[in-house]
């Protein structure tokens, strides 16, 4: 991964933690130029000594939630600004091809982060009732939720060269979950 992104540009939003820092530190290790922005001014600085120390491709941080699973009752808005954001992905996508910018979204499913910190907790096991193999929700991942780094792997992916020909797409990466669930 180590300078493959020499000369390529990001903006990090969500930079403070979790998803949006793993994949900015991921980038910067590629050799991208990393510009990051998070809630308060403190994650940002932390952020950006840790990348420091250690065309284009625009990737929108989605979810699986408003795009692929409807079953989080209570999940409203939060689902709405997902749908939002992969749309907003596609129209960029159209928009910013004559400057060779790739816009694409990663939708996430379960990633095990911060995020419990920041939402407000809901009893989901009374509120939806999914569909399960035998075995759990999640059936590549021994019923696992995925880590950060995984989705900053994919994107990196996004990022590079290796995937010039991919524009306008969301991609989800949750190790099958949402084929049961959505």
Not at 12 to 35: D, E, N, P, Q, W
Request: glycine content about 12%.
């Amino acid at each position: 991964m180590k300078g493959t992104l020499s000369g390529r540009v990001a903006l990090v939003t969500g930079a403070g933690s979790g998803i949006g820092k793993a994949s900015a530190k991921a980038l910067a290790y590629a050799g991208a130029s990393v510009a990051v922005i998070s809630r308060t001014r403190e994650e940002v600085e932390i952020t950006s000594m840790e990348i420091c120390s250690g065309g284009g491709s625009i990737i929108v941080t989605a979810s699986v939630n408003g795009n692929r699973i409807f079953s989080n009752t209570g999940a409203t808005a939060y689902s709405c600004s997902k749908a939002g954001q992969v749309a907003m992905t596609k129209m960029l996508a159209v928009e910013l091809a004559k400057y060779r910018i790739r816009v694409n979204a990663i939708c996430p499913g379960a990633i095990g982060t911060l995020i419990d910190d920041n939402t407000e907790q809901r009893n989901l096991v009374t509120e939806s009732i999914s569909v399960e193999y035998p075995e759990g929700p999640i059936p590549l991942t021994g019923n696992t939720p995925g880590a950060a780094g995984q989705v900053a792997e994919l994107a990196w992916f996004l990022a590079s060269d290796a995937s010039n020909h991919i524009t306008g797409t969301k991609i989800y990466i949750d190790g099958g979950q949402s084929l049961l669930q959505g």
